[in-house]
Nanobody, 127 residues
Framework: QVQLVESGGGLVQAGGSLRLSCVASGRTFTSYSTGWFRQAPGKEREFVATITWSSGNIYYAYYADSVKGRFTISRDNTKNTVYLQMNSLKPEDTAVYYC?????????????????WGQGTQVTVSS
C-alpha cells in the first residue's frame, strides 16, 4: 500500500511559477514510476508528466506537449518525494493536479497506467 499527498497548489498570475510536491508513504520502491495528471472542470483527467522507471534504475522523463519546456518533473528517492516545477503558467493550466504511482513500468501513458493516487491540489492561474 502506498499513500500519496500533494501540496503546493494555489493561486498565481499568468507567467508565474509554482512547485508542487508529492510525498509518498507506506511501501515505496525505487522501481516505482511516478507521474502528474490534471483535471479541469468538465474535462477528463489528462497526462502532464512522468518519470518512468526502467531496468538498471534508469529513469526517463516524458511530458505532455502542452507543458513541454515549461514544466519539469523530478524526484528525490531519499525523501520519497516527486516534484513538478511549473513555470510560465497560463490560465489554461488551471486544474486540480494529482500525483500518481505504479510499481515498475506503466502499461500506458494515461491515468489507467497508474495504481496509486493522491487527493489532488488546486492550481488556479489568473489572467
Amino acid at each position: 500500500q502506498v499513500q500519496l499527498v500533494e501540496s503546493g497548489g494555489g493561486l498565481v498570475q499568468a507567467g508565474g511559477s509554482l512547485r508542487l510536491s508529492c510525498v509518498a508513504s507506506g511501501r515505496t520502491f525505487t522501481s516505482y514510476s511516478t507521474g502528474w495528471f490534471r483535471q479541469a472542470p468538465g474535462k477528463e483527467r489528462e497526462f502532464v508528466a512522468t518519470i518512468t522507471w526502467s531496468s538498471g534504475n534508469i529513469y526517463y522523463a516524458y511530458y505532455a506537449d502542452s507543458v513541454k519546456g515549461r514544466f519539469t518533473i523530478s524526484r528525490d528517492n531519499t525523501k520519497n518525494t516527486v516534484y513538478l516545477q511549473m513555470n510560465s503558467l497560463k490560465p489554461e493550466d488551471t486544474a486540480v493536479y494529482y500525483c500518481a504511482a505504479v510499481r515498475g513500468v506503466p502499461v500506458q501513458r494515461g491515468p489507467n497506467g497508474y495504481d496509486y493516487w493522491g487527493q489532488g491540489t488546486q492550481v488556479t492561474v489568473s489572467s
